[in-house]
């Protein structure tokens, strides 16, 4: 499983670069005839789409507590972080975001599957780690603090980005502050300080793996969202604004 998560968050990034979207990107239809759009399949709201996605996860780290025995400190520290941070997720897609589009049952399903094994994968191999002894470095509240950084910027950048349409308003607009005047992801920049953080409390080979894997899929799908940015507003684009590294990338 460390080898699969890898391969294919790694390889999802790849393609963002390429532009072959995820089948919810917002950029994933452009230049695509309306014909052909409506000839997808059974639909779904964006946000019905988007909670399937976290909460089987969520749902997953919450029984894990009654499910698995021998819960050591790590164990604790762990499945809190990751259940919080999709419990998040959740409470964002119900009160936070602003929806304008619908997304393909089918690419839901398969989205939702792959955070939902990755969760559990996750937790499975926390749970058989804690036999074994105590890493030599222990990471865990330094994670436990990249954690809270990475949770509370993705949230306040979630919160700018939800900030920008008023209501009835369906356009997209360049976002500003915070970091948005750095990079335009700083949301998934904070995202990869959640991973980081997570996977340095588990200290466990996958956790670290998928961490590497979701960096490099946040960066490939931060760097499509530049480019769809500039093919949009061209040049009331600011060109100093990055993708995800301020100054940087």
């Avoid at 890898?6 to 979207?21: P, Q, R, V």
């Avoid at 998928?210 to 093919?231: H, K, M, P, Q």
Wanted: glycine content about 8%.
């Amino acid at each position: 499983m460390t080898v699969v998560s890898f391969s294919s968050l790694t390889n999802a990034g790849y393609k963002e670069i390429k532009g072959k979207h995820m089948q919810y990107s917002k950029f994933l239809n452009v230049g695509v005839a309306e014909k052909e759009k409506e000839k997808e399949g059974v639909k779904l709201s964006s946000k019905n789409g988007m909670l399937l996605f976290y909460a089987p996860s969520f749902c997953m780290g919450l029984t894990s507590f009654f499910v698995f025995q021998h819960h050591d400190p790590r164990f604790v520290l762990f499945v809190s972080a990751l259940t919080i941070h999709f419990f998040k997720r959740v409470l964002e897609v119900l009160f936070l975001h602003k929806y304008s589009g619908s997304m393909a049952l089918e690419s839901a399903i398969v989205v939702a599957t792959s955070y939902a094994l990755s969760t559990a994968t996750m937790i499975y191999a926390q749970f058989l780690s804690q036999d074994a002894p105590e890493p030599s470095v222990d990471l865990k509240y330094v994670g436990l603090g990249l954690f809270m950084i990475g949770i509370m910027g993705n949230l306040y950048h979630h919160w700018l980005l939800a900030n920008l349409r008023k209501k009835g308003d369906k356009g997209y607009k360049i976002p500003e502050g915070g970091l948005f005047d750095l990079v335009i992801c700083p949301h998934f920049l904070f995202e990869i300080f959640t991973f980081v953080g997570i996977s340095s409390i588990s200290q466990t080979p996958y956790a670290v793996f998928f961490t590497l894997g979701t960096i490099f899929y946040l960066t490939g799908r931060s760097y499509a969202t530049r480019e769809w940015y500039l093919s949009r507003f061209g040049d009331k684009f600011p060109k100093n604004v990055k993708a995800i590294i301020p100054y940087i990338f």
